[in-house]
Structures are given as structure tokens and as C-alpha cells.
């Protein structure tokens, strides 16, 4: 029935309220700020009274401190990549700010052990000061009434109440025993019963005032004032002394009622926040099932990391503007998401380590190419070397980067091998295509001057005039492409023919001078012999020759895969064809002796 009844009640009361501290919500309220900021906010709990408040959220703010922290690293690690180091070698830059904090922290550890300690003995002092004054009840208890009694009575109660913390553990049974040792001396005052019943009438009075106060907390938004208040009329209460014995059980149950409300009212509102709670939770979770997907795989480049970081950052920013979850699962809930996090960035330091590592070797690489490409600058073979130079353009572009403080350097000193040469190359273009236009005129000439020749009614010409004509246009000068090609046809298939009728020609006179050589020799002294003689030459040259042009045909068939098969092929065939209108001649002249014979 009466208080320590009630004592459990109040007991979950003090949970429900330690489960929606107002430190929740500290890392929502600090999560904008700067690192210069979190160190004043720091600074400035250092003089505030309430060290265990304080402390949490001290605790918060170094939890924010350190993840700035981490979101600074990047950019320092990229700084010192910048500034030529090696990645693997990245040592943080000293941050006073960082060193600040730990010693406020460890200031407020220090301030925290202190409090702790004065508290507990403070709490055993109270004990013993209790206990010596339940020592006193009993004393008045046990011992004769008097007319002081009951003034030495009050003088305990009033010596109590004025006495506030005890050990958690003593609470109850010091309670207990105070209550039944002041029910005890009142059962027992049997004279001064006036004095008596207007004690309890005045103890009616203060339990009556405290109801009222109860009742008022109807009125008080903060559940934790309320609490906090309840929780010292409880303790009044307790201390007020015994009232009429006809009144005692309705005057309690209107005190109970009052702080079931006040009770029921903070139940009601934790609800609803739990209820805000949960729904927060969902919203996190979300988030942190974004963020875990995101690194599932890690990028490959910097712009893919880049492009990573600004999703998590929004994240965060989401996550900032969510409210607090269970008290129970905010510790579990922030660190899951700040794991994934961390993780982004330690990943993210050991590619750039890699890459930075990577960069050197690619270094190597490129400054290779630049040596080869400097090697080709003064080439002449111009089409030749401008496919190596495609291909040296081709291997740096497969190559990966290299330390940006050497990155346009090395271009550049590639690149002026490349313009060096090129700008060489349209050079000599130019001066050939003047050069060509003089050829044209010149070759033209030539096939005029053929023209001219054909059109004589008497073609009287020799075999040194169309080698004269011949040698004209083999130093008429260079022609490329398809100009060349138009005036060559046109050329042989001027000359062509007239060295065809000269050699007809040439042909008939030889067998003529042949027939008069086997006609002189028939007719000399030794005239068959000599023949005979001739015959043999002729077939031995015959034979030899046969010999030649099967040696040649044999030879085509290696040359038949090489890059200018085309061209060596038709140097063998103009060779076998030559060779062949050597054994015709030969084997003509020897169907004449034969035929001598």
C-alpha cells in the first residue's frame, strides 16, 4: 500500500527516461559542425556543473571529431602523392586540434573519476547519518514517553528528510526501518494525544500540498523535469510522517493516482517516440544497405572514387537529417554505418598507395617510348617510320598515368618528337609535290616526242633512238600515285611496240647473217666439222640456259610469302622471260645448222 510499493514503478519511470536522454540527439544537433567548433563546444562543458551530462556528450563529439578526421585523409594522402612522396610511405600531418580534444577528454575523465568518488562517499556518509538517527527513533521508541519525545521525534524526521542520497543497494531497507520505527513511536504515544493528532494533522497538510504538486506535473512538457520531480515528492512523502489512520488509505490512493497519470503520461510519450524510433531505424537501415551495396565492389579509377565518395557523402547527409533511433541499437546502428564508411576510405588509401606505385613503373614505361620517339625524330624513311610513330602513340595510350608533377613534362617531350618528325615529313611533301609538277612536264614531253615519232610516214629509227627516248624518261623525275601511273601506261604502251617491230625486225636479219655464217663455214675446207663444232656450242648455251631459267623458277617459290612478293616474283618472271628470248634465238640458229647438216 504504501511508498515502497510504489517504488518499482518509479524505478521503470527512470529508465523510460534514461532511454530518451537528451544525449540522443547531441550527434544530429553537432553533426554540422566544424573541427574549430566541436573543440569551443568541447571547451565550454568543461565548466558546466552537471560532469556526467557533459560527458556524453563530450562523447559525441569526439565521435563526430574523428570522423571528420577520416573524411580528411584523401585529400591529405593525394596532397602528399602531389607533393612527389610515395602513398605507402603517407604519414598524417600533426593536427593540434586532434590533441586538443584528447586532452579535454582525459581532462573530463579525470573530472568524471572525481565525481564519482565524491558521490559514493558522500552516499556513505548519508548512510551513516541515517543510521544513526534511526538509532535515535529507536532510543525514543523503546524508552519512557516524556514531554520531549515528541519534539525529539520531529527533530529526527526533520534531520532526515534534509538527507538525500544513499547507496542504491540501502535504500529499501533503510526506508523500511525508518517507516516502521516512526509507526511504531505514534501507535505507542498514548499521552499528548492533542500534541499527537495535530502532528498528523500537520503531516496531512504537507501529503495534501504534495498531491496538489502531483497533480501539476499534468502541466510540465519535459517528461524528465517530471520525472525528476515525481521522483522528490515520492521521497517527501516518505519522510512526511504518519497521518489519521481513518484517512491514511484514501490519501495515499489519491497520491498514487496522481503519479499513475504523470507515470502513464511519460509511458505514453516514450511510446510515441519509440514508435518515431522505430520508424527512424527503418529510414537508417535503408541507408546502411546503400552504403554496404555501394562498396560492394571497389572502383577501378580515380574518377570512379571520386563518384563513389560524393554517393556516401550524401548518404551521410541523409543520414544527418533522419532523427534518433533506440537507444539500445544507436551505438549498433552508427557503427555499422560508419564501418562501411571507414571502409571506403581505407580501401580507397591502399589504391591510391597502388596507383602511386603503379605511376612510377608507368614513369619507366613512357620514358622509354620518349627515347625510341626521339630515336625516329630525324628518320627519313618517312612512311615507314610514321607507322612506328603511330604505334609508340598506340603503346602510350595503354599505359596508365604516371605522378602528376611529371605528367605534362613527359607528354611534352614526347609530343616534340612527334612534331619534330611530322613537321620534317609535310616538309619534304611539299618540296616533292614541286618537284613532281616539274616531272609531269617533263614526262609529258617525253610521250609527246614518242607521239611525233610514230607519226613519221618513214619510221626510220634505231634501237639507240627508243633507248635515247628511254633514258629521257627515267631522269624526267619522281611521280607518285595515280598521275604516275595514267603517263607510264601511256608511255610503254607507245614504246612498247616500236621496240617490238625493231626486235622483229632484228630478228629477220640475224637469221639471215646466220644462214650466210653456216654457208661459209659448209663450204670451207673442214666444213662439216666446223658445223658439227657450232652445233655443239649452241646446244651447250641451250641447255645452260634451261638450266638458269629452272634454277630461277625454283627460287620464286621461297619468295612467294614475303611482304613484296609481288614485286620480286615480277623481277623473276622479266628474268625467265629474258633468258627465254635468249634460247629461242639460240635454238633458231641451231634449227639453221642442223639444217646444214
Known amino acids: 500500500m504504501f511508498t515502497e510499493n510504489y517504488h518499482e514503478q518509479l524505478s521503470e519511470a527512470e529508465k523510460l527516461i534514461h532511454s530518451q536522454e537528451e544525449s540522443s540527439t547531441f550527434r544530429d544537433q553537432y553533426s554540422k ?7 569551443n563546444e568541447a571547451e565550454s562543458l568543461i565548466q558546466t556543473a552537471d560532469v556526467k551530462a557533459s560527458y556524453q556528450k563530450l562523447q559525441e563529439l569526439k565521435s563526430i571529431f574523428e570522423g571528420l578526421v577520416s573524411a580528411e585523409k584523401p585529400a591529405q594522402i593525394k596532397a602528399w602523392i602531389d607533393a612527389g612522396n610515395d602513398a605507402r610511405e603517407f604519414v598524417p600531418p600533426q593536427d ?7 586532452d579535454i577528454f582525459n581532462q573530463f575523465q579525470k573530472l568524471r573519476e572525481e565525481e564519482k568518488k565524491r558521490a559514493e562517499e558522500e552516499k556513505l556518509a548519508n548512510l551513516v547519518k541515517k543510521k544513526a538517527i534511526l538509532d535515535k527513533i529507536k532510543s525514543l521508541v523503546e524508552s519512557e514517553e516524556t514531554e520531549a519525545s515528541l519534539g525529539q521525534i520531529r527533530d529526527c524526521m526533520r534531520e532526515w528528510r534534509e538527507i538525500r542520497i544513499i547507496p542504491k543497494e540501502f535504500q529499501d531497507e533503510v526506508s523500511s526501518q525508518y517507516k516502521a520505527l516512526i509507526d511504531r513511536f505514534y501507535d505507542n504515544l498514548t499521552i499528548y494525544n492533542e500534541l499527537k493528532d495535530l502532528d498528523r494533522e500537520k503531516n496531512l497538510e504537507i501529503k495534501i500540498e504534495l498531491i496538489k504538486k502531483v497533480e501539476a506535473l ?3 512538457q519535459n517528461i524528465r523535469k517530471s520525472y525528476i520531480a515525481l521522483h522528490k515528492y515520492h521521497e517527501d512523502w516518505k519522510n512526511a510522517g504518519p497521518v489519521r489512520k481513518d484517512i491514511s488509505e484514501e490519501i495515499w490512493s489519491r497520491f498514487k493516482g496522481a503519479s499513475d497519470e504523470i507515470l502513464n503520461s ?5 511510446n510515441e517516440l519509440d514508435e518515431k524510433r522505430k520508424v527512424n531505424l527503418d529510414k537508417k537501415v535503408v541507408l546502411i544497405e546503400k552504403a554496404e551495396a555501394a562498396i560492394a565492389v571497389w572502383p577501378v579509377n580515380n574518377k570512379d572514387w571520386q563518384k563513389l565518395g560524393t554517393e556516401l557523402d550524401q548518404l551521410f547527409e541523409e543520414w544527418k537529417k533522419i532523427g534518433p533511433v533506440p537507444t539500445a541499437l544507436n551505438e549498433e546502428t552508427w557503427n555499422r554505418f560508419q564501418t562501411a564508411r571507414n571502409a571506403y576510405y581505407s580501401e580507397r588509401k591502399l589504391f591510391f598507395k597502388e596507383l602511386q606505385s603503379n605511376k612510377k613503373d608507368n614513369l619507366k614505361l613512357k620514358l622509354e617510348l620518349c627515347d625510341k620517339a626521339e630515336s625516329l625524330k630525324d628518320a627519313s624513311e618517312f612512311n615507314k617510320t610514321a607507322d612506328k610513330f603511330q604505334s609508340l602513340q598506340e603503346e602510350w595510350k595503354k599505359i596508365g598515368p604516371v605522378p602528376e608533377e611529371q605528367n605534362e613534362q613527359i607528354w611534352k617531350r614526347f609530343r616534340a618528337a612527334f612534331d619534330h618528325f611530322y613537321q620534317r615529313r609535310n616538309q619534304w611533301f611539299e618540296e616533292r609535290k614541286t618537284q613532281e609538277s616539274g616531272a609531269v612536264q617533263a614526262r609529258e ?8 615519232l610514230i607519226s613519221q610516214a618513214e619510221k626510220n629509227f634505231t634501237f639507240a633512238d627508243l633507248k635515247q627516248i628511254q633514258t629521257e624518261w627515267n631522269n624526267s623525275g619522281f611521280i607518285s600515285g595515280k598521275r604516275f601511273q595514267s603517263l ?11 621496240f617490238q617491230s625493231l626486235r622483229e625486225q632484228n630478228n629477220e636479219d640475224r637469221k639471215k647473217t646466220m644462214s650466210d655464217y653456216v654457208e661459209n663455214l659448209n663450204q670451207s675446207a673442214d666444213g662439216k666439222s666446223k658445223l658439227k663444232s657450232e652445233q655443239r656450242r649452241l646446244k651447250e648455251a641451250i641447255k645452260k640456259l634451261e638450266e638458269e631459267i629452272s634454277t630461277i623458277d625454283n627460287n620464286k617459290s621461297f619468295f612467294a610469302l614475303s611482304k613484296n612478293a ?14 627465254n628470248q635468249q634460247k629461242d634465238r639460240l635454238k633458231t640458229e641451231l634449227g639453221i645448222v642442223e639444217k646444214a647438216l
Request: no cysteine.
Open 488 to 498: 607510264n601506261t601511256k608511255f610503254q604502251n607507245l614504246i612498247d611496240p616500236l
Open 33 to 39: 559542425l566544424s573541427k574549430e567548433e566541436i573543440i
Open 96 to 102: 593540434e586540434l586532434k590533441t586538443k580534444l584528447l
Open 266 to 270: 511519460i509511458k505514453a510519450v516514450q
Open 218 to 220: 499534468k502541466n510540465e
Open 566 to 579: 609481288d614485286a620480286v616474283l615480277k623481277q623473276f618472271d622479266d628474268k625467265i622471260n629474258k633468258l
Open 445 to 452: 614531253a617525253v610521250v609527246k616526242k614518242l607521239e611525233g
